[in-house]
């Protein structure tokens, strides 16, 4: 392999945690953020081009294997509906995102280690 061979490789790693089924990874995190930012689990999907359906799924999966709730929220009605992250859900998702980013630090290393 040359040189400029190996400077057009590039690598992907999707980090996941769980107890049994692979539910909480990278798009789990994202659809949490958002749901952060927006207050409401329809409009995180909407954001990721998803059905709402979808995304309660997503949601529930990570839960039921987690085993506590990630997120907790009030359907729509009049005034509409509003979503926020437990506690429990908030710190599980700042611990997911701190691990994933050193992860990727090493990950970075390792990658120039061993093709550069």
Same mark, same amino acid.
């Given at each position: 392999?040359?040189?400029e061979?190996?400077?057009?490789?590039n690598?992907?790693?999707k980090?996941?945690?769980?107890?049994?089924?692979?539910?909480?990874?990278?798009?789990?995190?994202q659809?949490?953020?958002?749901?952060?930012?927006?207050?409401?689990?329809?409009?995180?999907?909407?954001? $990721? *081009?998803?059905?709402y359906?979808?995304?309660?799924?997503i949601?529930?999966q990570?839960? &039921? +294997?987690?085993g506590?709730? @990630? $997120? *907790?929220?009030?359907?729509?009605?009049?005034r509409?509906g509003?979503?926020v992250?437990t &506690? +429990?859900?908030?710190?599980? @998702?700042?611990?997911?995102?701190?691990?994933?980013d050193?992860?990727?630090?090493v990950?970075?290393?390792l990658f120039?280690?061993?093709f550069?």
């Open positions: 392999m040359t040189e061979d190996r400077k057009s490789l690598y992907h790693s980090i996941k945690v769980y107890r049994k089924e692979m539910n909480f990874g990278p798009g789990t995190a659809l949490m953020l958002l749901v952060e930012q927006t207050g409401s689990l329809s409009a995180a999907c909407k954001e $990721m *081009k998803m059905a359906s979808k995304g309660w799924k949601v529930k990570a839960e &039921e +294997d987690l506590f709730a @990630l $997120m *907790k929220g009030r359907r729509g009605g009049e509409g509003h979503t992250l &506690e +429990d859900g908030k710190e599980f @998702l700042n611990r997911y995102l701190q691990f994933a050193q992860a990727e630090a990950l970075d290393q120039e280690q061993f550069f």
